[in-house]
């Protein structure tokens, strides 16, 4: 089992910074991917960054997001963070982390991911 929790939500400007992390604990080999994704309301759920935490740090990022966000991972590997740069109204959502035993670089598909944390709010007005 891995547990998953979000952090750092909340209230920006457009053109503002706001760093999110995931801190994640449980069995190891079913965190080797974290990645972030985002539902708006109204809107499915998709991907933004996702990092294969073994000892080569391997990065993708959705185009939507690229150059603006970037995800990174403490030491040890049990903290995943998402430094939202640049930040617009249309990146106002639920932001959540999740993980999966398996990496493969530049999967987004929700399903193959096993652990999901509860989301942090990200509201960006214009």
């Known amino acids: 089992q891995v547990h998953l929790v979000e952090s750092g939500g909340g209230s920006v400007q457009a053109g503002g910074s706001l760093r999110l992390s995931c801190a994640a604990s449980?069995?190891?080999?079913?965190?080797?991917?974290v990645a972030w994704f985002r539902q708006a309301p109204g809107k499915q759920r998709e991907g933004v960054a996702g990092?294969?935490?073994?000892?080569?740090?391997?990065?993708y990022y959705s185009e939507t997001v690229k150059g603006r966000f970037t995800i990174s991972q403490d030491n040890t590997g049990d903290t995943i963070y998402l430094q939202m740069n640049s930040l617009k109204p249309e990146d106002t959502a639920m932001y959540y982390c999740?993980?999966?035993?398996?990496?493969?670089?530049?999967?987004?598909?929700?399903?193959?991911?096993?652990?999901w944390g509860q989301g942090t709010q990200v509201t960006v007005s214009s």
């Open positions: 990092i294969y935490t073994g000892p080569v740090d391997t990065t």
């Open positions: 999740a993980s999966s035993g398996a990496f493969t670089y530049g999967n987004f598909n929700p399903s193959t991911f096993e652990f």
């Open positions: 449980g069995y190891t080999y079913g965190r080797n991917c």
